[in-house]
């Protein structure tokens, strides 16, 4: 799950802007998203590569595998 590093959760995060990458016009070879906190104005960017198999993140937010503290 992305959430917002300054407010601790996902709640109030959009997607400003969206990419998808394809290779052989087939399979996703890397998908990139930028994303706002519409309530502290926050920004980030989380992009999947498929070749590395490898999820990042940048910005103020943060891809994790718990529960918000903040629903």
Do not use: H, W
């Not at 959430?3 to 996902?10: D, I, M």
């Not at 590569?49 to 718990?66: A, K, P, Q, Y």
């Amino acid at each position: 799950m992305i959430t917002c590093t300054n407010c601790e959760t996902p709640q109030f995060l959009q997607i400003t802007q969206s990419r998808v990458y394809f290779e052989d016009g087939k399979m996703i070879n890397e998908l990139s998203e930028t994303y706002e906190c519409t309530l502290c104005g926050s920004t980030g960017q989380y992009v999947y590569d498929e070749e590395c198999d490898e999820e990042t993140v940048s910005g103020d937010v943060e891809l994790t595998t718990e529960r918000p503290k903040f629903a």
